[in-house]
């Protein structure tokens, strides 16, 4: 189904999904396996040839998804686990994938999800703590802004925080600028990729367009009303779904194209670049430790933290505008393992 042959620009969008340049393979889990998000992620990762097992637990209908995709034709094991087998599904694992968790009804904001996802997040945090204590983890569950925090506080309470192995999934921002971006100046999303920064909600997400040839050709209205569609993506399938919960499919696409990227790092594949939200040095003097920038991806996970680059004026009034709210988010999901 995808092609074995190398992607030459890492992060930029691609019309092929996946890439396999180096040989040596991973067992992967997927904590949500059997929600809205977690059973086409499922389905992609078996079709990812990085992949050679894979893990799916939730703590409903796991093992009716692990039968199903079990039976694609890829060389890949699938094994579900129920409810109470979330030990047995993170042994031997080596990055782990979590989209469990609540999603948005209209009206709400990501931090409204809190209040239930942050202890389904900690949880099981702890439990990769206990098992999986050196695997990379993937955090997709809302609000990433937040989420992300409590598994690197729950991971420092148990003793095990490596902040090279926690990332908070950003890519479906990346994704949507590059195809908006792309609608707009009539070109190919991988034409157009557009670095985005900061966090994953509304005013924290900060796209850098002028660092993008045909993003600085976009200016005035339009680039208000792109900066715009590219924050509030999220609201627009929100409200599109009408109650029926918030992005899926573009999320399991971007979610699965991130845990290719980390898979290539990992298998030691060099210059594998693309944005993230993992502890990052670049704004924490201004008390933001977790942030979102280009990273490297390596052996280790985060091999490297590239700076922003130069800003736009228009730039600096979003970095500006994002980094207080970042900060309250992130110190909420501190606050809440402390
Ligand atoms: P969903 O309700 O369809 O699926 C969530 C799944 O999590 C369910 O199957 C549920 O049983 C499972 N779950 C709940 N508690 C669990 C636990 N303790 N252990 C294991 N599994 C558990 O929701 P969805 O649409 O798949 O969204 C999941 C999360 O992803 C939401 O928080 C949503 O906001 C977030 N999301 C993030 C991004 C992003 O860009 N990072 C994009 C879209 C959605
Ligand atoms: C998104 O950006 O689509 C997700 O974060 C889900 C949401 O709540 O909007």
Redesign the pocket.
Known sequence: MFSRSAIRTLAAPSSRLFSSSSARQTKVAVLGAGGGIGQPLSLLLKSDPLVTSLSLYDIRGAPGVAADVSHVDTASEVNGYAADQLDEALEGVKVIVIPAGV??KPG???DD?FNTNASIVRDLAAAVARVAPTACILV?S???NSTVPIVAATLEKAGVFDPARVFGVTT??VV?AARFLGGIAGAKPSDTPVTVIGG??GATIVPLLSQSSHGKAVDGEAYLKLVNRIQY??????KAKDGAG??TL??AYAGAKFTNLVLRGLNGEKGVVTPTFVKSPLFADKGVDFFSSNVELGLNGVEKIHPIGELSEAEQGLLEACLPELKKNIEKGKAFVA
């Open positions: 999603p948005r709400m904001t990501r999800l997709i809302n609000p990433v479906l921002d949507r994953h909600s993506g999220g609201d627009e399938v929100v918030s992005a573009s999320m």
